[in-house]
Structure formats: C-alpha cells, structure tokens
C-alpha cells in the first residue's frame, strides 16, 4: 500500500515537471514576444535610416535562427541544450526586469526570443520518444502556458510586468525564474535524456503550424485588451472570458489527447473550417465573445492533433527534419506578424483581414496532415485533468479584479470656463521607446485638465505590448472615456472627460490614397449651468507630402462643425502654422488658441527636440482662450496643448 501511494506521488511529481517546464517557458515566452515586436517597431524603428522594411528584415533575421536548433543540440547535446534555452531564458527575463535602457532590453529581448524558439524544437525532440501521449501531453502544456501568461497579463490589466518597475513585479519575476531552474535542473537530471528524437520530414512538416498557432493566440485569441475593446465589455468580465475559453480549450484538447485515432482527421478538417468561418468574419459585442470560445476551443484540437502525430513516427535520431519544419513555421510568424501591420504602412496589395484566416488554412492543413498518421483505431489512454484544475482556478483572477474594479463617473460641472487638453499619446511610448503608462498619466493630472482628446491610442495593438491604454487611463484618471477607431477596432482616437457626455459620434475622413484611415470624433459635453461645450476630436494625415489629404480632411471636419457655438476642434494637424489646411481654419473664423494667448515658439513635436508646431486646439468665435500650458514632458512623442475655454 505504501508502495503504490509513493509511485502515485511520484507520477504527480512527474506529471507536474513534464508540464510545468514547457508551461512556465511559453509564458516567459509569450512575455518575450510581446515585449520584442514594441522594441522593434518603437525603439529600433524609430532610429535615423531605419524603414518598415528594416524592422521587418530585423525581425525575419531572429526568428531564422530557430533553425540553429539541430546544430545546436548536435554540438551540446540535449540535456545541455534544454538547460541552455530554458534556464537562459528564466535569466534573461529577470535581467530585462531590472534594465531601464532600450537598447539593452532590445538585445535581451532579442536573446530571450531565440532561446525561446530553440527550446520549443528541442523539447519535442525530448518528448518525441515517448510517442503521441507525451507528444499531445506537450500540446496541452503549451495551451497551460498560454493560460498562465494571459492570467499574469490580465491581472495586470494588460501593462505588462516588463514595463513595470518596483518591488512586487520583480518579485513575482524573481519566483518565476526559480521556478523556472529547479523544473530545469530536475528534468536535464533525469537519467533517461541522451539525443533528441527526429521523424520523417512529411511525418515532422505539421510542427510548422506551431509558430502561427502563437501568432493567432497573441494577435487575438489571448488578448484581453483587443477582447474589450471589441465586446465592449468592462475589462474583468472581458478577461474572464479569455481565461474560460482557456479552460475550455484544455478540457477539450485533453479530451482528444485520451482517445486519438486516425479518424480525427474529419475532426481536424470540422475545425479547421469552423475557424476559418469564425476568422474571416469579425464580429462585436456577444458574437464577439462566442467567436473568442469557439476559436479557442477550436485552436486547442488543431493544436494537439498537430502534436499527437508528431509523436507518432519519431523513430530516427537527430533534429534536423524537426528543425526545418519549425523554422519554417517560425520564419512564417515573422512574416505574418509584418504582413499584418505592413498596410499601415506600405502599399500593399491586400487586406489584412485574409491574415486570421489565413491562419486558420495552415493550422487546419497541418491537423489533418498529423491526424492522418495517428493509428486507425482508437488508443486510449487516461485523461490527466490537471492541467484543466489550474486553467479554472485562474478564474479568481478576474474575480478578484471585478471586486476591485471601479467605473469612473462624470462629475457636475460649473459652466465655462472648461479646461481643455489635445495630446497625441503615441501608443504609451516615449521617444526611447519605452511604455510609460504612468508618466502619461502625471501630464494630464498635472494640466488639470477636464475634458481631453487623445490621438494614437492602442487597444490591443500585439507590437505596442497587447495594451489596453485607453482603459487604464480612464481608470488611473477618474475619467469616463469615448473610443473612436480608425486604423481598425484597436486604433484611434478617444476622449476622456470629468463631466457627463450628452450626445456623441465619429466618422472617417477621406483617405485620398492614404494607408493609415484617420477619423474624427466629437461629443456635446454638459459642463453644468446649462451650457454645453462640443468638441471634434481628430488625428489628420501623417506630414509632409501629402497636404490635399489633409485639405480634404480639414473640409470635412469643418462641414461637420458648421459653424456651431461653443466648440473646440483640438488634434494633431500634422501641419504646421503657414499651411493651406491651417488657414482654412482660420478662414472658417476658428481662433488658434496659441497664437491667442500662447508664447515662444509653441513647438509639439518632437518631444525630445521640439522643431515643429502641429497639435493644436482651435475654438469657435464666441468662446475665449487663456492660460496655455505646453506640458514639457517626454511621455510621449509629442508634447500636449491645454487651454482654458470660457465664454
């Protein structure tokens, strides 16, 4: 009796190192990949000479190097190679912890990153002996990963722990990190690991559906902040959801992992097109959230299809098929990644929508190609529910966050004056590029501002860091807030205010063979003793060629306008004093609010080096500017306007 409660205990101990090592990874993983794509874009990008194709190549270049891996486990071996990748990864994240410098944190991240994309081969080449129940085992490990990462990001309300500075987020990294070495040391010390465990290269070729399978997760299927945003959702609940779709992705994929045949193959192809069918059409609100399950649940039986027949002909030794096959796949997450953001900004012959379902073509082809070699009758073996346990009790999470959670509520005002801030946030990145949520929110605390129009705001972006901003700063400010997309769902602009919001809308502005669509949004606030205020809020075409887009864009906004009491048009013009579009605003008998009542020389741009005046806050003819403030602050990339507004 004793001796089979000691070999219980010591599967579960097994149990909980076969999963916790390949788990724990695909979250330092996952926060590496997040922090990596900001890094790129925001700090590499923004370099003197460095183009979107640039970044594009930089990125390509690391994730080419996840075909090193057959040459590096030929030269240390696996049980050093595994050591290496994992446990260099814990202790790379703990170093990028404590970095305040970008340049550092781009090659940490950098590091991080490959030892990331070398590890995943490697231990599937670890697992891969042990057939398609070890094999599958590793699939719903990476699906627990995943649904710690989203647990950890969630909890956060989506500001990642890298960006965080203090005590307690070093802390938790510091405890994962060592949780990160023992399950390293205890499974590179097991007697039985010698080579890793190779396959056919058609029977290994599925693996390359792995990489998109992440991309898809990051993009949008783990993502609370685009989940938000596109429900509508107060974040907690909208966190709860991911966090229940990923309970319900485990249970399935541990469903499909205790009784595997051949004939998944049909059920490869079902979902394989159900995603696609959910891919190709986006939707909002309640369908949003059902589309967000089902894709879940969806992604997790590819998933471990994929990998059940991964485990089914690793019979040779060696890496090298399982290399190509993951580097392929690997090289198509850069490409993907770049594809999809690239219309922002090149002129491309395609939509970025054809990307999810894009997606969900390779995941669904490579299910149907691994379920094919699963064996035609059905092998049972018993269901490890573990996994599923830790998944739902990361449901107290977003409990706990809704316990705590609050809406900020307008206030009653007074009546003019009203004091007015425009300010282009710049996605949270300062001109190092470096997301600094909270130093944001000092300047607009600072300016006492009341009613604040943003530009460049991000819900969701995966290369601005999967960060709801919007949300955190309505939150951090007490202040209700409007959203107004452009460039898609998750980018644009928005409007924070202390007092109630009457009446509001937003419309798109010509585009005039434009990439980046750019929109206006307005509100009638009630600033109390029966006077309202309306402001249009906007973010015109990007400077320099390109002043017909914005004259066309000027015009629109000032039909909408038409001539109304009581307003402020505020935004980034991307023009500067001189210009046609900045004298047809004059020319409507708009006041420029610096050229008021402001001194020197009124530059917003950049913040670092300000040679440019292009945000501005234009008031109608009966209204009063005084006291204008232009924060000095390097937050973001552009310095803030505030006025005073009185009648």
Known sequence: MLMGEKAGRLRKIELVEALGLPALT??????????????????????PGVSTIDMGLFALGVFLTAFLAAAVHRMLRLRAALALTAGGL????????????????LVLVTIGTILFLLFLPLYLGHVRQGGSQSTSRYAVAILLGLALDTGIHGALGTYDLSWRLGAAPLLLVVLMVLAQLILVARTVMRPGIRVATDGGFLASLPLLGLLPFLFLQGLSLQNVARVTAMTGWAQPVAFALVVLGNGGAIAFATLIASRLARGWWLGALGLGILLLLLTAWPQS???????????????????????????????????????VAFGLGSALFALLVFGYYAVYDLNVPYSNAVIPPLVAAILALCAVGAARLLPARVTSQPSQWMPLWIALA???????????????RPVQGDGFPVRVMTYNVHMGFDPAGHLGMAALARVIEESE????????????WYITGSLDMLTWLSRRLGMPYLSAPTADALWGNAILSRYPIIAHGSALLPMGGARLQRGYLWARIDAGAGEELLMIATHLHDPGEGGDIRQMQVLSILEFWAGRPSAVIVGDFNAQPGDPEIGMMLNAGLKDSFAQVGTGPGYTYASNDPRERIDYIWASPDLTPSDLVIPQSTASDHLAVVVTVKR
């Open 26 to 47: 695909v979250v330092f993983g996952a926060q590496t990949l997040r922090l990596l794509l900001p890094r790129i874009v925001q700090y590499l990008g923004v370099q």
């Open 90 to 105: 814990a202790v790379v994240r703990l170093v990028e912890q404590l970095s305040t410098t970008s340049s550092l944190d």
């Open 285 to 323: 609100g309640l369908a949003e959230a059902v589309s967000v399950l089902l894709s879940q649940v969806a992604t997790a039986g590819l998933l471990v299809l994929i990998f059940a027949g991964l485990g089914e002909r690793g019979d040779r030794p060696g890496l090298w098929r399982t290399t």
């Open 394 to 408: 990361l449901l107290l999470l977003p409990l706990a966050s809704w316990a705590t959670w609050h809406v900020p």
């Open 449 to 460: 501002a009341e009613v604040v129009a943003l530009q460049e705001v991000s819900r969701g």
